[in-house]
């Protein structure tokens, strides 16, 4: 980036392209051209900066300016103002909640203060469309130096010294499982990246993939060398084009420079990488179906062992790590196995990305050192619950963890840890919940995710989880006796036990976790049939207090059934008999005169 | 289904798809990805020549269409609405806008109105959870949406944002 006296940084990530930050790209490089300074200033579309809550962001360097919620409109006005006359442009700063300063750099903004960015340390920073500037930025260089100075085994062990464990939800040592797969004898094996990313909610791996590509595909031939497979296959979800295409631009860019293909730096080692793609079950993230979904038929699990260490892709030995998992592995042989193992807890080394959503004030994409606590994550990152409401729960693990509460807050994250309250760490999935969600509807939630995921070979699932959801069902419907709870826990724990895979064996942790932590208000809706959230339709009324109503119409003309009557300056009254329970008059009063009963 | 006779574009469509891969059976989830994407869907006819291009029985070829969500045997409508269902989108309120799109196009998830003009998806995550609850229009994302835009959304449509 030498010849640029400034580059301009514009988020290309899904969140922000969808708030037109392609049109930001274009607009700044006709505004520069129009000045004549498009020789001077380049223009870049980067991966997700994390901050997807107050996208579109725009990054000015070297001054390291952030800038927020910026639109096409604004783009003359930075070019006039910061391009030109070297003073930050004070409205689209990002503007400090707690102290009320705006703020120019992400040095201090809280939402960075605390994160460490390894995987994604270079989302945000790189045109991940153009190889150079991943080089410019050590890229490459752990695939040069295993190459010319390491032997497989000793690439191999530095991972394992590491401390690396897997992304992708099962925490497995990655070291351990290359290992595993190296001393297999045979004369083809694979390598495989597992970007299926299935979780509902969660959109880590595709975000390394849309930002950084090369270093998913470095970390791949590293492992090739190491396990000693000529070939690589990424399973990426169809629903990912973005991804998908800048994965092919970097593969191209790769094997023109000779990083891929016959006969790497020179080294003798042979290797390339193809895709395949996800069509869209959730079950084909299990490594076994996975392999069976490449090979063209239906992706079912099927009985480990053999685990694909030892009879994966067309019966040959085959390592399957997940994105992040690769995403993290050139940094530890550029700067050391000392370096990355200082960072995190005894048993969980390095960091963790999560797509922090839901319920906070600060919805995005983070990377936190494994043992920073949930109340740091939620509260000092995540800038605390939207519109002052009160915390209520944080989900982890998506379908297959479970919820935690406010006695969790100051437990350090890590797999460990994680399993012990009763989740896990999962891939990353972490949806923050308030007072106003019901734990009821959000394990009947879930578990409609796993019923229409599950694959339907074994019974446990199939049958199982469709009974689990008939009572829950009932529940939610106010039908529910405490026989039905007991059921659950009991059906629950035999699913759990008997299933075949991991999707079946993990389905009602979202159930038994919230019967653990939140009996009451299962009860509630069984005993009292009531939803104390005020979220299960069948269970709730919306009325209208006559005394607080000011007849300011607002709800009359927002309900989108006409269910609301009333003169203008007079009480509204609400019909019960048409009202479909939106809750869209009750968001909509400024005088809190609607309340849910 | 009705039994519909295959247009030669299709049948030349298939074709080229299955040869590019060498008619291998192996690839057959791929073939399937690019007939889907030229073709908008995959009904019996289609499948029936794949199965016969790629040597295998149409009962192998059902059995992985009907597997996965992504392949579909219904054309989709004019303006394919896909509501985010993810969890994000979930607690931000998807369900009270899904809700919404159902009754006024008087559809459910997985069906084309009458008039070809509109139909309803259920989508897991479109990583734009920052902008929750997300709707997609084709290809265009629409976040932050309340049951109250939907009908904003609609007439949108109608005015012929996508054709
Ligand atoms: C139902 C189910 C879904 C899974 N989904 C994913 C996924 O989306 N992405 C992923 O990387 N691993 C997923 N896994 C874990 C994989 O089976 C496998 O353990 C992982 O890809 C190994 O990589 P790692 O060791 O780098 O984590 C899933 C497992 C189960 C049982
Ligand atoms: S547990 Fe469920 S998803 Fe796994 S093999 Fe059995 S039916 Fe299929
Ligand atoms: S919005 Fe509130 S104050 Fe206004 S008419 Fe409706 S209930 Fe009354
Ligand atoms: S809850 Fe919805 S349908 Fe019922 S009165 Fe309020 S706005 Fe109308
Ligand atoms: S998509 Fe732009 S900050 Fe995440
Ligand atoms: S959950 Fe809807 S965009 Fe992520």
Known sequence: MTDYKMHILVCGGTGCRASQSEKIVDAFKS????????????????????????????????????YVQVGVVDVKDIVEEHVIKGRPLKRLLYHDPATKSQVTDTAHIDFYKKQVRIALRNCGFINPENIDEYIARDGYAALGKALSEMTPADATQLVKDSGLRGRGGGGFPTGLKWEITAKEKSDQKYV??????????????????????????????????????????????????????????????????????????????????????GAGAFVCGEETALIHSMEGHRGEPTFKPPFPSVSGYLGKPTNVNNVETFANVPVIFNKGVEWFSSIGSEKSKGTKVFALAGKVNNVGLIEVPMGITLREVIFDIGGGIRGGKKFKAVQTGGPSGGCLTEQHLDTPIDYDNLIAAGSMMGSGGMIVMDEDDCMVSIAKFYLEFTLEESCGKCTPCRIGNKRLHEILDKITKGKGTLEDIERLRVLGNVIKDTSLCGLGQTSPNPILSTLDNFYDEYL???????????????????????????GCTLCFRNCPVGAISGEKKMPHYIDQTLCIKCGVCYEKCRFKAISIV | MPKVKLSEYATSTVKEVCASFNNKEGELINVLHQVQQKLGYLPAEVQELVAKELNMSAAKVYGVVTFYSFFTMVPQGENPISICMGTACYVRGGEQVLDEFKRQLKIDVGETTADGKFSLSALRCVGACGLAPVVLVGEKVHGRVAPTDVRKILSECKDGCLT
């Open chain 1, 524 to 550: 509630a809706h069984v005993n009292d049939k009531k939803c104390p959230a005020g979220q299960c339709k069948d269970l709730v009324r919306y009325e209208i207090d006559p005394d607080a109503c000011t």
């Open chain 1, 31 to 66: 505004e520069l051209e129009t000045r004549a300074l498009d020789d001077e200033v380049k223009v870049i579309a980067t991966g997700c900066f994390g901050f997807c809550e107050k996208g579109p962001i725009v990054k000015i360097i070297p001054d390291n300016t952030f």
């Open chain 1, 192 to 277: 495989v990246c597992n970007a299926d990313e299935g979780d509902p909610g969660a959109f880590m791996d595709r975000s390394i993939l849309e930002g950084d590509p090369h270093s998913v595909i470095e970390a791949m031939a590293i492992c090739g060398y190491c396990i000693g497979a000529s070939k690589g296959l990424v399973y990426i979800r169809a629903e990912y084009p973005l991804a998908i295409n800048r994965l092919k631009i970097a593969l191209e860019q790769a094997r023109e420079y000779g990083l891929l293909g016959d006969d790497i730096l020179g080294s003798g080692f042979n290797f390339d990488i193809d895709i395949r793609y």
